[in-house]
């Protein structure tokens, strides 16, 4: 991570980008409400739906940040030789348009569009917009997580019963077997899983095939809420580890802080 020069953002710049990309990411939402559920039905999979509302999205997206915040970048048009080089720009814009794709395509309620600012590597403010829903999650990194603008926090620490829920990713049973004595569910979104156990809906989610793209703003907003993300030895998750575009190596589980083995004791890896 590069050494922070000095010059970081001021309490009202951070409230001017918070309230732009808020609204940014509203006018995304309708963009892709007019295309949500209109994948062709014979298909699994609508790639070409996919595709037009993923380019729809960070078009929108791009521009508006990109025309009103000169020095801003984005992740996604940088190479691993840039990001590693002393010219790489110092604030970075990690987007994912269309988190939840197939459920979009499907007409299923769970998918949205993250944004996460980093500066010099370091997280600065994260969103997650859930169209269906309409929630607006946003976050300023270490301080505070909101949903539509009011206070979130992940669940106070209790004892796992036949009432926890754990969120998971679409292949967890061919990868586990688990004696969670709880609710299994997965919803389709990685970032609105984090979402939901960052506002205490969910104890904790498990996550896996994942790029930085997908965890950037969901983390932001975990932690601010008072969770964090480990691998399963324990190790923590830092984004800025990721950076470079590397795949992210193995599950993680996003959980409040100081629970993280809880979850785990009650996986066991398929051979």
């Known amino acids: 991570m590069k050494k922070d020069d000095g010059g970081s953002l001021t309490e009202p710049e951070l409230w001017t980008l918070k309230e732009f990309v808020e609204n940014t990411l509203r006018k995304s939402g309708a963009l892709l409400m007019e295309l949500y559920g209109h994948g062709d039905p014979g298909l699994k999979f609508d790639d ?34 840039q990001v590693a080089s ?3 720009p110092r604030f970075i814009w990690i987007v994912d348009p269309l988190d939840g794709a197939a459920s979009f395509q499907a ?9 996460a600012l980093f500066e010099l590597f370091w997280p600065v403010l994260g969103f997650l917009y859930l169209p269906v829903t309409g929630e607006l999650y946003s976050a300023y990194a270490q301080r505070e997580a909101l949903l539509n603008d009011e206070p979130i926090r992940v669940r106070e620490k209790s004892t796992i019963d036949n009432e926890s829920l754990v969120l998971v990713y679409s292949r967890f049973h061919q990868d586990f077997t688990s004696d969670f004595p ?17 506002r205490g809906a969910a104890d904790a989610c498990v996550l896996k095939n994942l790029t930085v793209r997908d965890l950037a703003a969901g983390s932001i907003i975990l932690e601010a809420a008072g969770g964090e993300i480990r691998f399963l030895d324990g190790k923590r998750f830092h984004v800025g580890d990721y950076l470079d575009g590397s795949r992210v190596d193995g ?8 629970t993280y083995g809880s979850f785990a004791n009650h996986l066991k890896a398929m051979r």
């Open 48 to 81: 070409h739906l996919v595709t037009e509302a993923d380019n729809a999205a960070w078009g929108l997206i791009s521009s508006k940040i990109k025309g009103s915040f000169e020095g801003h970048c984005f992740l996604r048009e940088l190479n691993a030789e």
């Open 86 to 88: 002393d010219e790489c």
């Open 107 to 115: 007409g299923l309620p769970v998918w949205g569009i993250s944004a």
């Open 182 to 198: 709880g609710k299994i569910r997965n919803f389709g979104s990685s970032a609105g899983h984090m979402a939901y156990v960052a």
């Open 251 to 258: 599950p993680v589980i996003a959980a409040p802080k100081g």
